[in-house]
T-cell receptor, first 114, second 112 residues
């Protein structure tokens, strides 16, 4: 079944706006949490990750905090740029979970307008 | 390092034809994965290989077979292509199970 829920899109913002993309996951065990980004015509690449509760992952101005109490890993950026336009995937990863070990959210298409 | 490479980049098949998608990684990773990406569906796991010599079914394995040829290579075979298999296919690898995955550029497959 679904183990991760993220807001779908498209999400359209103006340059320099504040960004939040919500992600919640099923609280089965203690997964590592990932955000991947996919630029047009490319494969996914790791944006940031957090491996335990209260950890904050950060990269390229993006941040996300592992919130065990709310089973969330929301992605934020204070001032987005046109170059941030991409699809963002939230992915909890349960070590030893077999085929269910890694589930990707359906992706959030972000469009940043100049 | 080339990372994860996939061939071909694009392929058109007729219903019933067969083909093999190739994937190779040069990062000495143990685990490799095949996904398909469809609009509105996100990424869905087809098969994965936790280590050389092992393969396991993912969420959507029907109509596909895989071979972990060696530690570097993991191929995906469509024995009799169907229009429902029109998709973008991604191969990925990771050092060990369910750690950070590194993705190839994808193969766009169109089945007519």
């Amino acid at each position: 079944g679904d183990s991760v829920t993220q807001m779908e899109g498209p999400v359209t913002l103006s340059e320099e706006a504040f960004l939040t993309i919500n992600c919640t996951y099923t609280a089965t065990g203690y997964p590592s949490l990932f955000w991947y980004v996919q630029y047009p015509g490319e494969g996914l690449q790791l944006l940031l990750k957090a491996t335990k509760a209260d950890d904050k992952g950060s990269n390229k101005g993006f941040e996300a905090t592992y919130r065990k109490e709310t089973t969330s890993f929301h992605l934020e950026k204070g001032s987005v740029q046109v170059s941030d336009s991409a699809v963002y995937f939230c992915a909890p990863s349960y070590s030893g979970g077999g085929a269910d070990g890694l589930t990707f959210g359906k992706g959030t298409h972000l469009i940043i307008q100049p | 390092n080339a990372g994860v490479t996939q061939t071909p980049k694009f392929q058109v098949l007729k219903t019933g034809q067969s083909m093999t998608l190739q994937c190779a990684q040069d990062m000495n990773h143990n685990s490799m994965y095949w996904y398909r990406q469809d609009p509105g569906m996100g990424l869905r796991l087809i098969y994965y290989s936790a280590s050389e010599g092992t393969t396991d079914k993912g969420e959507v394995p029907n109509g596909y077979n895989v071979s972990r040829l060696n530690k570097r290579e993991f191929s995906l075979r469509l024995e009799s292509a169907a229009p429902s298999q029109t998709s973008v296919y991604f191969c990925a690898s990771s050092e060990s199970g369910w750690e950070t995955q590194y993705f190839g550029p994808g193969t766009r497959l169109l089945v007519l």
